[in-house]
């Protein structure tokens, strides 16, 4: 992160005579393409802080009162771009996010306990203020779609009883944990827009796991214990985490939570070896070299936190753990983890079966199918299906996956506008409405053209794949997509990773001329072969 800062300061509006000194959006503040600031990029101010009080010999920032002028600055426009009802926005004006307000509220709570005193006086008064209008409006806003964001007030309840223990906000922080509890599922995981995802596990564990830490709540210990125990079943052995099997198709590890829990949890301390030892070989990139602007000032900060917190980590803690090996179901997320010495097969059986392989020294993924019809759409097996038709006996998974028509939410000038007129107009109640519709629709997929039947058979040294596709509709240049490819792109997701150039496989077209067709392929340690 210390490599990264000259990136993150150019972000930052650090002209203190310009209109939006502190500001932290570029695209804003500089480039003047975006109409307002997004609050979330402001939330590099704790990287800032961090960095600041973090004494090392190649620290040129530690205690730089310039750096300090540009931390008050930020936390002062931060005040100023909050509205009037406590909310903050991100990329639109009222967007009333919950994630954005749940989360600078975190970020700017956090801030000021990592600081203390060296935060002028009047600057925290009036930072006291905008984080109790934000906890009131988080106090009667209701969100139930995304666990990490939840997760997130909570962490940032916890600190503003910190903060100002008299000011009652102990019943939002006790309320937030108990919709927590009523979440997580027995299978360990969070809901994120309607199933399990991998980087917002982890986002949801470290907040939990912080919280523990800091309080010895044994609901959110519990919890982030229990959601270890999940996570340790998606690291890949070519240092990759999660991808597209997951709901929202995230693919970093936020650490805070394994360091955190890694003295005293086995499990934990598993992720924490497994991070350290491909960030060091390199091999975990994502974090380091492939985040974009927006995402690194979002996922810094919990970087610098896990660094500060590993200087409480025993050496033994660091040890090579013993290999997990066997087969892990969780029929509630779909997904299906079996591995062994030879190989680890990670794949989402309510997702089409798309599915990560690590065999051998190779690495092979599978996407899914895609494919056009005549009007121009494009059709795909890649879709979250809670109601996919799946089993698993043995070392065998089958499930039979609609082929469904994508329908993506895109932009163009008009939506643009009206969009912004809705929200300029609208009460903000029917306003969180739309949200919560246009976010369902990110995920959502039209009428089904056909079906795949696909059977996964795993031995102790290869993976046999039998796909028989049939179509009610004429589907046009189908292809099996065995490189990088997603049906649906969250903010969070499509961050290169050099394991893209490694992985072995390419498109494979499908000849759909009798409209029905049987494909069958093996994997093994040589590569893989499809079978005629």
Not at 42 to 47: R, S, Y
């Amino acid at each position: 992160m210390l490599d990264q800062m000259p990136r993150l300061l150019s972000q930052v509006d650090r002209n203190p005579h310009s209109p939006t000194y502190g500001c932290c959006c570029r695209n804003h503040w500089h480039y003047r393409i975006e109409d307002i600031a997004n609050s979330q990029m402001q939330e590099m101010v704790l990287t800032f802080a961090l960095v600041w009080k973090l004494n090392r010999k190649d620290n040129p920032y530690y205690r730089s009162p310039l750096l300090l002028d540009w931390i008050e600055a930020i936390l002062a426009y931060t005040i100023r771009i909050q509205r009037r009802s406590g909310c903050f926005d991100e990329v639109y004006h009222g967007q009333d996010s919950y994630a954005a307000t749940a989360f600078v509220t975190f970020y700017m709570s956090e801030t000021i306990l990592q600081l203390g005193r060296n935060l002028s006086g009047a600057l925290r008064r009036d930072l006291d203020a905008m984080l109790y209008r934000a906890a009131l409006w988080l106090g009667r806003t209701h969100e139930e779609l995304a666990g990490n964001q939840i997760s997130g007030a909570a962490a940032g309840f916890m600190n503003l009883i910190a903060l100002d223990p008299g000011r009652g906000y102990e019943e939002g922080f006790d309320n937030l944990l108990e919709t927590l509890l009523t979440l997580q599922t027995h299978e360990g995981w969070f809901p994120e827009y309607g199933g399990a995802d991998i980087g917002y596990a982890s986002l949801t564990h470290s907040y939990l796991a912080l919280i523990a830490s800091r309080t010895k709540d044994a609901r959110a210990r519990s919890m982030a214990r229990h959601s270890a125990g999940f996570l340790q079943h998606f690291l890949h052995r070519d240092g990759t985490v999660g991808g597209e099997y997951g709901s929202r198709n995230t693919a970093y590890f936020i650490p805070v939570g394994a360091v955190l829990e890694a003295n005293e949890d086995d499990v934990s301390a598993r992720i924490l070896y497994f991070l350290t030892r491909h960030l060091t070989a390199g091999e975990h990139a994502l974090i380091t070299d492939c985040l974009d602007d927006r995402y690194l000032a979002y996922l810094s900060p919990f970087y610098l936190l896990a660094a500060q917190a590993a200087s409480a980590l025993r050496s033994e803690t660091l040890e090579p753990p013993l290999p997990l090996e066997g087969a892990q179901f969780f029929e509630q997320a779909g997904l299906w983890n079996i591995e062994n010495s030879s190989l680890k097969l990670v794949t989402n059986l309510r997702k089409g079966g798309v599915f990560h392989l690590d065999i051998g020294t190779r690495s092979f993924i599978d996407h899914g199918y895609f494919g056009d019809i005549p009007d121009g759409q494009v059709v795909t097996t890649q879709h979250l299906d809670a109601k996919t038709s799946i089993s698993v006996e043995g070392n065998t998974a089958r499930l039979t996956s609609k082929l469904v028509v994508i329908r993506p939410v895109t932009i163009s000038p008009w939506k643009n506008i009206a969009v912004r007129a809705f929200n300029l107009t609208v009460p903000t109640f029917c306003r969180r409405l739309f949200l919560d519709f246009l976010r369902k629709r990110a995920v959502s997929a039209g009428e089904s053209v056909g079906r795949v039947y696909r059977e996964i058979v795993v031995s102790e040294d290869a993976v046999a794949v039998t796909d028989v596709i049939e179509v009610t509709e004429p589907v046009l240049d189908l292809e099996l997509q065995l490189d990088v490819e997603r049906a649906f792109s969250f903010a969070s997701t499509g961050f290169f990773q050099p394991q893209e150039m490694w992985a072995e496989g390419e498109t494979m077209s499908i000849d759909l001329a009798d409209g029905k067709v049987t494909l069958r392929r093996r994997y093994t340690a040589n590569g893989m072969v499809v079978i005629e």
